[in-house]
Every structure is written in structure tokens, then in C-alpha cells.
């Protein structure tokens, strides 16, 4: 039986509240010994990947502690519950269906007498066949001429996850003989932003793929009625070069203004839509269908991993755990998320969202008020980029920002240039390795100015390579990752209710019915 | 006569940490009457811009103790020093002139015997002469061919000022007439990220610009390495393709290597270089050197309002100072940039490294260990997209994080569509307005997962349109305000000692010279 309870409530909460915390990273890090340390504080992950926390600063006490949390906490049978469709999501009443996207981890999940794997599945093989199509040359503009762009209008999850993912693979898919499309992307309301993708764009070339669960979202409404306007401007049928990717029930779906629509469903949070349709069908476009389903593969083989009772076989309720020590024992509030990769330069940003809107909540699932931190402010940019940025005030700085390094051993390109006796991509590497001990084990120095506190907190997660499959691995890492600080929160992860009353009020601006300070700031914006 | 003082030995401080923090920024934002605090709570900027700080958790009484500490901690003063020419990065012993590449603010400033508003000057006049040469096609490839395309090569701040400022003025730019060549940006290490900008560009009409101060940062030598090999396997000269910009001591300033070479100096750091020689390059290349000068000019106007002495008239050390109150009294620990603007969307990436890197420190100017917190972290995305991610915990997470807003009252493309008696411009400032009123105001509501909290801290620049007036003013206002800040925390905002370790440690792996814990992560990442 299932219980959920506040954090404070519990136990194991009070064990690792009382526990003495005069671990010094610096000082075990800085031992002879150390390399034992970081080559036991590991753990195997999918597709090549390793979570590796040996600059973590935690010790087998505060492991020990976690395991007893994440037992207390039940954390993977809140895991079994939710993948086998119970109603995770209270907020909104829904079952939440993401890791079903990619592969089946329980029992069957039956809604409104429809077999949800089974759904999901037929629309990853609906977007192959139409991808194979256009690809092929079958499904083409009224010209008769082949599609060489696929551009994806959508907002928040429908934009920053497909497009990370999109951009992460963009490289290798041009190496490996996969890159069938260019991909853009339209999200914002800002006009500029529509006006400037289609300034340079072979519009009668190109696929739009308008993604909206509800099909009532106003900024992609908006930019679709823009893109419209551009494809009549040019004497081009706008039927014939859109999709849709939304759910069954909405004004979209069966609608003659789309040569196609793919479905997803209400248990799919845009956040975590990066595996349905919303990422499949612009990934099965670009690249061709079989790359999303190594992408696919991929994920579904790290939601194994999360299934693991031993606590340190299971990276990612690892991860979540050391975050949630840091968080609320350790008052760390926020958290740099720094891949030496340029392929990731939106991984961060789609992180910021999987996270920040996740776990930015201050009730607990019953909708009662809560009395302890829970999800920290995360950012980032790509290493070695971010050395010479922010990495300032981390090494330096008067707070401490735990950091999440991601690396790996090959490039996607394998192009490389050897100078001064090293390749990039060793340099890259070195850089890495320097950063992971400058910051954990800092170093003295005569003049203050000089000195580095060390005791900066930092993991890893090494891969072999950004393949399709090590991509969707390290997505289902950190989805799985935030699930489980969500269960040990006790707040429902999967609404968004925060987004509500700017809507509101921007309607309202709209509308002109103002007064006080809205109508001061609508007049200041000459709106 | 100026002297600098910690922070915390101030009586403004005292006074500040003593004052009565039960403002009601909600309370005083509901009012039928806080249409006359936004009004008031507003200072003039140059260039169309004003700041507004109506949604500040600031009152008169804050900010009477706010105008005691300026006076008190010599602001004014410590500027005028600074523009005239003063030691004030006293870390590395350096005068700081980055104001003086965009105009003469009080005395001539002569070091070595050279007036440097005259060197900066005739760099200005240099690259323009060789920009219109380029232009005019009388600079070429090797066949006589116009170049199509600049790409610089640099990192830190020869990379992301620049590139946010590019971006900034792009589609401005070809809309009026004013886009010259496509500009596109090399600086990572990780080789990939050159790979990926070689492998679709016209390299033949490429003109490569070289940036670094001492002409040895190791990310630039090595992506030039990798573009001279580029060059030369498509059989072209390197010679032939690049101009750098550097300082005149450095072993790049009179190589034969290098079509032209445009001069920088050690008193103008990294990230406060897009108005020296760093940025005015790629800018005047890119849409003319009349468009650098504009920039410049916009600038320069906003410098004059940072020697405002009445504190409600300068609206960077205005900023300034709410920010320190923020971070210092009420505990903030991290600021979020909020440009509602898509072609803002590096702009926060800029203003990370420019805050981070100059205000994240841990020792005064002096050297000393200092106990209060200096610079926070700062992130963000452009709006809409943010509200549709992060947004939610912004505002109903349980840390508070104070807003930096940005807005314009025109779109920069002039092409926009009106849908649900709209236009998308309407709609994006109607959301400004919205969000800012959500955050200070909140909502109530019988269910807690419905209840804002509000008491959520922003400000606004809300601006006419962005053109290189406004952007040059912006740009000029954030290095201020960062500046007034480092003055009242007595720290020197003009060095970098937390970048050294890491290089250090670096150079140790790929020397194979290492032990323990560094020589686990090399083995782990495969170096």
C-alpha cells in the first residue's frame, strides 16, 4: 500500500536533518585515495552512459540515509504505481504517460477502453509511414516538388524539448548519412520571432508541423496564422504543407486544414512530450523514422534503470536524492547544468523547464501548503563556453551552486585538429576532468584573491558518445530524476497551475479592461 | 577624496539591515491607486529607454536609505575615478576604459604616452575603412569574389557580447536595409561546434575575425588551427581570410598571417568589450560601420545618465542598488532576465557572464575575505517562451526571485498578424503587463494549488523599438549597474582569479602529470 506524506514527516527526513554534516569534499577529494572514491561512486546507466557522483558530498552515512528515505518514501512503487496508469497527476485528475511513449514498463494501461501503449505506438508507426512518404518523395508540395524543411510551431514543451533534441542530433545525423530535412522552429509571440525564421526560408519547400495538445494555444495559434498568411502570400495552399500534432479531441484533429494529424493525449505533459508524437514526428522527419526510435530505445532502456530497488543501482533516484540533500539539508538553491557538448547547447534549457515547472511548487499533492524548499532554480550554458562565463562566481562566488557535468569521450563529427600536442576533444575532455576537481578540492593560495574555497559539489554523467539512443537515455534520466524528487516533495510534478493567472490577466490587457496597475503597465507597453 | 569601504562597515548599511522590512509590495500594488507608483516609480533612460521600478519591494523610506549609501560609498565619485582613468581593477593592477572606447566622459586618459580616446578611435576609423573596402569589394578572396559571410573566432567575451549584439540587430538590420553579410560564431573547443558552423558555410566568401587580448587563449588558437586547415584543404590561403582583433603586444598584432589587425588593450576586459574593436569588428562587417557608430552612440548617452549624482535620475545605479537591497537584505540569491523580445534571446547569456564574472567574488578590492554575499546568479530566456518553462516556479516556488523585465512598444520586422483582435505585438506586451502585475499582486484563491502568493519583486526597460541606439544603451546600462554594485561591495569587478585553476589543472591532464582524484576523471573521460 501506497502512502504519500510530506517530507517533513517522515523519518528519514529527521535522520538526515540531524545528521552532522561536517563532510569536507575537499579533503577526501584531495586525498592520495581519491581515484577509489570516484571509480566506486559510479553507476552504470544505459546506451554507454555512467552517472558518477564521487565529487558528490555525500559519504556512505548520508547513502545510507537516502537508501532509508527512498525505502520510507516508497519511491519505486510510486514509480510502479504511475507507470501502470494510476492517477499520478491529482491536480488535473490524469494519469501520467510519458515513459509509456517509449516501451512498457508494467502491466497494461487501459483508458476510456483504449489500450495506451498500443496508442502510442500506432502513431510512432502512423509518423514513419508519413515520413517515409515525404522522404520518398510521395507526399510533396502542390508542385510535385520534394519537402526539404520541416518547421515546428509550437510553445514551452512542444518547442524546447523537440528542438534540444533536434539540435543534439543535428550534427551526427549530417556525418551519418540520417540528415533527410532541415529543422526550424516558431515559438514565440514576438512576430520578430516568425517573421525571422521565414525571412530566410524556402517556404514552398517546407512542412509546418503546428503542435498544441489543447489546439487552443494562443502563441501557436498566433504564429500559425502568421505562417498562413506567408504560405498565401505566395499562392501556396496552406493544407497542403501542415500537420498537426495534437490530442484526439481538439479542434485540430479532424480538421481539412492539415494534410495529417498525430496524436498525443492529456497524460502526456508537454514537458515530458519530448517521446510522443510532439518530438517523434519532427526527430521522424528530419531524420528519419529509425533514428527516433533508437532515440526511443534509448529511453526506454534508462526507465528500466529507474526501476531498480538498490538505490545505487538506480541513477537516477540517485541523482534526485544527493539534489534533494542538497536542497533542503545542505540550502543549495540552485543548480548549473553544464554539458561539454555544443550538440547540447538547449539541453540546459529544456532541463530549466523539465525541472523549474515540475517542481516549483510550494503545496503538496492534496493541495495543502508545505514546509520545506522543493525544486531549485537550474540553468546553464555548454562547457567550455561557461568557463569563461559564470564559472567565475561558482568557483568563487559567496554561495555554492551544485553542478551537473555531462561529457563524453567521442565527438560526433570526428573531425579534430591536434595542437600543441592534444586534440580538442581532448582538451575538451581535460577541461572537464580540471573543473570537476578545481571546484570540489579548490586550492590555497598566499593572497586571498587567489584562493579557492573548493567544496563545490559536482557529477557527472559520462557517455560514450551523442548517439540517438545515449540522447534518449540522458532525457529519461533527468525526467526520471525530477519524478522522483517529486514523490519525495509529495507535490504533484505533473501540473502547471502557475501558468494560469498570467493568461488571465493578459486577456484581460487585451480586452482593455484594466485598472490600477495593469492598466499602468498596458499603458507604459502601449498596449 | 574617495575611499572604499566594505559594505558592512557603512552606516547605510547598518541602517539598511535595521530598517523595518514589512513593505507589502502586494498590498501596495492591489491599490486602486498604484497606477501613480508605476508612474512615479520610473527614470528616464536615453534612446527611448525608461526604467520602472513600480514593482519593486521598494518605498520611499528604502530608498531614502538607498540615495545615503550612494553618497555615502561615493559612487559618483568612483566612477568619475574610473573614467578618468584610475587603477581600479587594482587585482591586476589595470586602468578599466570600456566607457572610453564609446566617448570622453571627463579627462583625457593618457597611459604610455598615448591618449587612448584617440587609440579607440582611430580603431573605430580602421575597421570602418577596411569594413567598406570589404564592403565595396575591394578587399576579396583570392578570385576577386565579394566575402558573404564573417565568423568570428572567440570565446568569453570575444563571444557571447558580440554575438548577443548581433543578433540583436539582424533582423533590424535587413528589414531597413542595413544587413550587410551573415555573421556566424566559432567558440567552443569541443570540435564539434566548428565542424557544425564549417559544414554549411561558404567558406570561399567567409572573412574570419581572430579575437583574443593576449593572442593565446587556448579555445581560439585551436579553433583557428581547425579553420586554417578548413581554408587550406578547399586550397585557399588563411592569409587571405582573416583579420584578428587583439592587443598591440600580442603575437597575433603584426603577423602576416592576418589580412588586417584591430586593436584592443588590457583596459578594457572581456566581457565589457562589444563596444571596443571585439565587437565593433563583426558589427561593422555585418551591417556597416554607421550601425557600430549608432550603437556606440547609444552607449556613450547612457554612460552620461551613470554620472547622474541624484540617484532617482541614474537609472543604472538605481538598479543597482534595489539589486544589492535584494541580495543583501531581503536574501535573494538569484535574478532572472526577462526580454520580451526573440531577438534578445542571447542577451541573458551576455548578461550572465558580465554579472557572474564581474560580481561573483569572495574578497574585497583589496584582497580581503569579506562576509556579506556579493554578485547572484543570473539566467533567463525571452518571453513568452519562459512563461510557457521556468515560469511556474517563478511564481509559485518557494524561493522568491526577482524579475528584470524588458520590452518594446514595436516589433523590429514591422510584419505581424492580427487573429482574436490582436496583433502578436499587442500580445507579447500584454503579457509583460500581465506577468509583472501576476508577480507583485498574486491571487487568492479557496484552493492552494490556485493561490499566487505575489510579493514577487520585478522591474522593467520598456523601450520604443530595438535599434543600435537602444540596444548600445542597454548594453551600457547593465555594465553600470554591475559596476555600482562591485562598488558598494568593495570588490574589484574587473578581474577573473576563478578562471586560473581550472586552466591549470587542464594543462596537468594533458600532460599526462597527474595523481588521485584528477587522475580518476581523466581515466573516466578518456584522456
Redesign the interface.
Known amino acids: 500500500m501506497i502512502s504519500w506524506n510530506n517530507f517533513d514527516t517522515l523519518k528519514a527526513y529527521k535522520k538526515l536533518e540531524e545528521m552532522d554534516k561536517t563532510f569536507s569534499l575537499k579533503d577526501e577529494?584531495?586525498?592520495?585515495?581519491?581515484?577509489d572514491?570516484?571509480?566506486n561512486y559510479s553507476c552504470r546507466m544505459s546506451s554507454g552512459l555512467?552517472y558518477?557522483y564521487?565529487?558528490k558530498a555525500v559519504d556512505e552515512k548520508v547513502l545510507e540515509a537516502l537508501k532509508e528515505l527512498a525505502s520510507e518514501a516508497q519511491l519505486v512503487e510510486k514509480f510502479e504505481a504511475l507507470y501502470n496508469g494510476e492517477v499520478i497527476n491529482t491536480?488535473e485528475k490524469r494519469r501520467v504517460l510519458h515513459q509509456l511513449t517509449r516501451g512498457q514498463l508494467g502491466n497494461d494501461v487501459i483508458a476510456d477502453g483504449v489500450n495506451k501503449r498500443a496508442f502510442y505506438a500506432e502513431q510512432v508507426e502512423k509518423i514513419k509511414a508519413f515520413a517515409n512518404k515525404v522522404h520518398a518523395g510521395e507526399i510533396t508540395n502542390a508542385k510535385g516538388e520534394k519537402f526539404t524543411t520541416v518547421c515546428q510551431i509550437g510553445?514551452?514543451?512542444s518547442?524546447?524539448g523537440p528542438r534540444a533534441m533536434y539540435l543534439a542530433l543535428?550534427?551526427w545525423a549530417?556525418v551519418n548519412g540520417f540528415f533527410k530535412m532541415n529543422a526550424k522552429f516558431i515559438?514565440?509571440?514576438?512576430?520578430?520571432?516568425?517573421?525571422?525564421v521565414l525571412?530566410d526560408m524556402d517556404v514552398e519547400h517546407t512542412i509546418f508541423i503546428l503542435v498544441s495538445k489543447s489546439g487552443t494555444t494562443?502563441?501557436t495559434?498566433?504564429?500559425e496564422?502568421?505562417v498562413k498568411?506567408a504560405l498565401k502570400n505566395r499562392g501556396l495552399d496552406p493544407a497542403k504543407h501542415m500537420i498537426a500534432v495534437t490530442s484526439e479531441t481538439s479542434p485540430l484533429a479532424k480538421s481539412a486544414d492539415y494534410l495529417a494529424a498525430f496524436f498525443m493525449d492529456d497524460f502526456i505533459g508537454?514537458?515530458y512530450s519530448s517521446t510522443s508524437a510532439v518530438g517523434g514526428a519532427v526527430l521522424s522527419l528530419a531524420f528519419g523514422p529509425e533514428i527516433n526510435e533508437r532515440f526511443l530505445a534509448g529511453a526506454k532502456a534508462e526507465d528500466q534503470n529507474a526501476k531498480e530497488k538498490d538505490l545505487l543501482k538506480n541513477p537516477a533516484m540517485l541523482d534526485a536524492l544527493i539534489g534533494v540533500y542538497e536542497r533542503n539539508f545542505l540550502g543549495y538553491?540552485?543548480t548549473a547544468v553544464l554539458p561539454?557538448?555544443?550538440?547540447l547547447s538547449r539541453f540546459p534549457?529544456h532541463l530549466?523547464?523539465l525541472d523549474?515547472?515540475s517542481?516549483?511548487?510550494?503545496?503538496n499533492r492534496f493541495?495543502?501548503?508545505i514546509n520545506?524548499?522543493?525544486?531549485p532554480?537550474?540553468?546553464g550554458?555548454?562547457?567550455?563556453?561557461g568557463?569563461?562565463?559564470?564559472?567565475?562566481?561558482?568557483?568563487?562566488?559567496?554561495?555554492i551552486?551544485p553542478l551537473q557535468f555531462i561529457?563524453f569521450?567521442e565527438?560526433?563529427?570526428e573531425?579534430?585538429?591536434n595542437?600543441?600536442?592534444?586534440?580538442?576533444?581532448?582538451?575538451?575532455?581535460?577541461?572537464?576532468?580540471?573543473?570537476?576537481?578545481?571546484f570540489?578540492?579548490?586550492?590555497n593560495d598566499e593572497?586571498?584573491?587567489?584562493?579557492?574555497?573548493g567544496n563545490r559539489p559536482s557529477s557527472?554523467i559520462?557517455g560514450d558518445k551523442l548517439t540517438p539512443e545515449a540522447l534518449g537515455a540522458l532525457l529519461a534520466h533527468f525526467e526520471n530524476k525530477v519524478m522522483f524528487q517529486g514523490f519525495v516533495w509529495n507535490i504533484?510534478s505533473f501540473?502547471?497551475?502557475?501558468?494560469?493567472?498570467?493568461?488571465?490577466?493578459?486577456?484581460?490587457?487585451?480586452a482593455g479592461d484594466t485598472?490600477?496597475?495593469?492598466?499602468?503597465?498596458?499603458s507604459?507597453?502601449?498596449?
Request: hydrophobic share 35%; net charge neutral; glycine share 10%.
Open positions: 577529494m584531495s586525498k592520495a585515495s581519491a581515484g572514491r570516484v571509480a555512467t558518477n564521487g565529487s491536480g510553445i514551452g514543451g518547442d524546447l543535428e550534427n549530417k515559438s514565440n509571440v514576438d512576430p520578430d520571432d516568425a517573421a525571422s525571412y494562443l502563441e495559434l498566433t504564429n496564422s502568421f498568411d508537454g514537458r538553491p540552485s561539454y557538448s555544443q550538440a534549457a530549466q523547464q523549474m515547472e517542481n516549483g511548487k510550494s503545496v493541495g495543502e501548503v520545506y524548499k522543493t525544486g532554480v537550474i540553468f550554458e555548454p562547457g567550455t563556453n568557463q569563461h562565463s559564470f564559472y567565475q562566481l561558482l568557483h568563487q562566488g559567496t554561495d551552486i561529457g569521450k565527438t560526433q563529427m573531425t579534430d585538429v595542437i600543441q600536442g592534444s586534440t580538442s576533444r581532448e582538451k575538451l575532455s581535460a577541461n572537464v576532468a580540471a573543473q570537476i576537481v578545481a570540489a578540492c579548490g586550492k593572497n586571498p584573491n587567489k584562493v579557492f574555497e557527472i559520462v504533484n501540473d502547471q497551475e502557475g501558468v494560469q493567472l498570467g493568461k488571465v490577466l493578459a486577456k484581460k490587457v487585451l485598472t490600477g496597475a495593469l492598466k499602468a503597465y498596458a507604459l507597453l502601449n498596449v
